[in-house]
């Protein structure tokens, strides 16, 4: 603390005083310090720095450890006990590397070692190199086991001497590694780039800090991987985890208001003559949730400012009849519509729906996918162009640029979380000439609030809770073992002679429709030839054309098949209110959001249902499934079931893998961080205020966008 005049100049002496009596560090954040290499040496160790993304220090600094080890304190030879973990420091005296005499093909390293107390033979097993760097003289730190007998077998050793026991002992960082750069590696590496911190930029301003109560961002990044107590890493994990949050949350509102600033939407008001009739035709009753969705949606249509809006409600609860309004809507007053959906089953089923709801209307619609014939599809197209079409249909082949709406005013996008934040963004710019349309997403898949809130900032949701009055609930059961089994083929034969019809649902193959379709062809023989036999089975996967996959819908919709074996294509959507049993194998591979939507295929129409899940009867899950029948509560488990990583969606929707925070769990922070961005944004959207101008730091790149092509809910 010397030369430290010029800075200190105007304030008093005895601040200064004070603030050296503190030891307040003089500090000066050099970010370029954190631009610097983090200095490995070797072809393997620089492949596993880049397979981990660290090229520079401060890529080191932001690599946080996925656990700690508490190894306590160093050891003298003289103190360890047989079948102790323990930490020893010592001086290597001999290295020997031999093959194990017994064990085929086992190295031995064996090396003798002391400190002041005595010797002891330290073992690595099957690590021939270690023999090859370790020489006599040596310090080492050595973790491992003291088998007794003077014999201590290495799990792992860093080396030894001044300074080291700070690093490998206490409570040590165990980093997320790669092959070539082992946990040991890294704790050195990021040890070393320790006084770097220093160079970290705080990114809130005092006051903010103050308030939330939290350390300043390098002192947290410091304790997150060296942390002195289990308290001050959890500290530092929720001060990182509030930056991240917040700048997550700064990125998502930002892009909010930035889009809401750039295009007005077209204005879609005026007579009500088509809605109203079409309503008055339907042969129901809109419920109480629906209409309210409807008037919602009529009121914001109405507005030049786009309207986005989640639309989430169970399957068979009615939502395409609210979207249909709001097309309607479009269509009454001048504008077209689109409806897109994730895949061509559910694509042709909403045409299917279309032409059975508007069959008494004048409104024109057709479908677009890439099966669509090049023909058609420039006809359809120059149809659509010109406005002659209202309403097209389709999948990701609405997103095509030649696709050219003359005055599109509402996009409704089915199962949203199918698609990509850039997808979405290209439905955005097919709105007419300085417009953008408005959007409309509708899920099956209720979203918690957590996710509502880290996924999208906060969409603006309509819920529709309430089913359609007749809609019986679906009985839950879990199959375990050839008893159950076998009353559950029997339940099957039942339903079938009462009318109803069953899928069968076959495992879930990760990442392989090859296999997922192999499996549910021998299901399907061995249905058909034993458990099932007499009945009309029918088989649909994924590997079949879209044409067969039609074939095979359409007979089991018209009752010539009673019970379709199935991959998981059923999944989204599917209406067939004849359809009571289903019956999803090996269950435990589902997700609980998954389940939920595949039971929510049987008893749509009013004979009820009953779904018949094959695993076990210990399976959290599988219990949930069998006490509740509300999707929102069943999303909400689900999450804290699987962690927000693994929820359906979550990764399309663009929500970064998370470092220092984890939800559900940091709800609090997450709302914290969503309140303070809020009250940022309203002054200053554009952080150009001195105190936010760091905060931009926080934002990171949106990552690359996954295909939808198969994402399987
Ligand atoms: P979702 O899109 O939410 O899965 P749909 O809009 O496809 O649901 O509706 C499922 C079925 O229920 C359709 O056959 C539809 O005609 C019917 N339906 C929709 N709303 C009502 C209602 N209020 N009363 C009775 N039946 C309804
Ligand atoms: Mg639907």
Not at 88 to 117: F, M, P, Q, Y
Not at 444 to 472: C, H, K, M, N, V
Request: glycine share 10%.
């Amino acid at each position: 603390m010397k030369d430290i005049k010029p800075p200190y100049a105007f304030a008093s002496t005895e601040a200064l005083d004070s603030a050296q009596l503190l030891g307040a560090p003089w500090r000066s954040p050099r970010p370029q310090q954190l631009e610097l290499p983090i200095g490995v040496k070797g072809p393997k160790a620089m492949k596993g720095a880049e397979a981990l993304g660290l090229g520079s220090v401060g890529d080191l600094l932001g690599h946080f450890p996925h656990r700690h080890e508490d190894r306590g304190e160093v050891l003298s030879i003289g103190e360890l006990k047989s079948g102790q973990d323990a930490t020893i420091e010592v001086e290597v005296r001999s290295v020997e590397t031999r093959r194990a005499w017994k064990r085929n093909g086992l190295i031995l390293t064996v090396a003798t070692v002391a400190d002041h107390t005595g010797p002891l033979e330290a073992v690595w097993f099957n690590q021939p190199w270690v023999g090859r760097y370790l020489k006599a003289g040596q310090r080492l730190v050595l973790h491992g086991r003291y088998e007794g007998k003077a014999r201590f077998r290495v799990v792992e050793h860093e080396g030894g001497g001044a300074g080291a026991s700070e690093v490998t002992t206490g409570i040590v960082p165990v980093h997320p590694a790669s092959d070539g750069l082992p946990p040991r590696k890294l704790r050195e590496l990021v040890a070393a780039a320790r006084t770097a911190v220093a160079d970290i930029t705080e990114p809130l301003w005092a006051g903010l800090l103050v308030s939330l109560g939290m350390p300043d961002r390098p002192a947290a990044i410091d304790a997150i991987h060296f942390p002195r107590t289990e308290a001050d890493y959890e500290v530092a994990r929720r001060r990182l985890a509030f930056d991240e949050l917040l700048g997550l949350q700064l990125d998502l509102l930002g892009r909010r208001v930035h889009k809401a600033g750039a295009l007005p939407a077209p204005v879609v008001a005026g007579d009500k003559g088509l809605t109203t009739d079409w309503v008055a035709s339907l042969p129901f009753s809109l419920t109480g949730d629906q209409l309210a969705a409807v008037e919602t949606i009529t009121a914001e249509l109405a507005s030049e400012t786009p309207m986005t809006r989640l639309l989430m409600g169970e399957v068979g609860s009615g939502k395409t009849v609210v979207a249909l309004h709001g097309l309607l809507r479009a269509v009454e007053s001048g504008h077209q519509g689109m409806l897109m959906a994730p895949t061509e089953t559910l694509a042709s089923q909403h045409l299917r729906s279309l032409e059975g709801l508007l069959g008494g209307t004048p409104v024109s619609f057709s479908l677009l996918t890439g099966s669509t014939s090049a023909a058609q599809r420039r006809e359809t197209l120059d149809r659509f162009e010109t406005g002659e079409l209202s309403i097209l249909i389709g999948t990701h082949a609405l997103l095509e640029p030649d696709v050219r709406p003359a005055r599109l005013a509402l996009c409704v996008v089915d199962e949203q979380h199918r698609f990509g934040v850039r997808q979405r963004e290209r439905l955005s710019s097919k709105g007419p000439e300085g417009k953008q349309p408005h959007v409309l997403h509708m899920t099956a898949t209720p979203i918690p609030r957590t996710l509502a809130l880290a996924a999208y900032g906060d969409l603006q949701t309509l819920a529709i809770r309430e089913l359609p009055s007749g809609r019986q609930p679906v009985a839950t059961h879990i199959v375990e073992g050839a008893p159950a089994r076998a009353r559950a083929y029997e339940r099957i034969r039942e339903e079938v002679a009462a009318g109803g019809r069953v899928f069968v649902v076959c495992p879930l193959v990760e990442a392989s429709e090859a296999l997922e379709a192999s499996a549910a062809t021998e299901e399907y023989d061995r249905l058909r030839e034993g458990p099932l036999k007499g009945l009309r089975l029918g088989l649909l996967h994924g590997r079949m054309s879209s044409a067969e996959k039609e074939l095979a819908m359409e007979a089991f919709s018209d009752g010539d098949t009673e019970v379709l074996v199935s991959t998981t294509v059923i999944e989204v959507g599917v209406d067939v209110p004849e359809a009571t049993v289903m019956m999803v194998e090996n269950a435990e591979r589902f997700g609980l959001a998954q389940l939920h939507q595949l039971r929510g295929r049987v008893g749509r129409g009013s004979a009820g249902g009953v779904c018949l899940l094959c695993g076990s009867k210990a399976a959290r899950r599988l219990v949930a499934m069998e006490e509740s029948s509300d999707g929102f509560v069943l999303a909400e488990l689900d999450l804290e079931l699987r962690g927000e990583g693994e929820l359906t969606g979550v990764r399309q929707s663009g929500l970064p893998r998370l470092k220092a925070a984890s939800l559900p769990a940091d709800l609090e922070i997450l709302e914290q961080a969503n309140k303070v961005a809020k009250e940022i944004l309203a002054t200053d959207p554009d952080l150009l205020t001195p105190k936010y101008a760091l905060l931009g730091m926080l934002v990171s790149e949106p990552e690359p966008e996954l295909s939808a092509d198969r994402i399987v809910a």
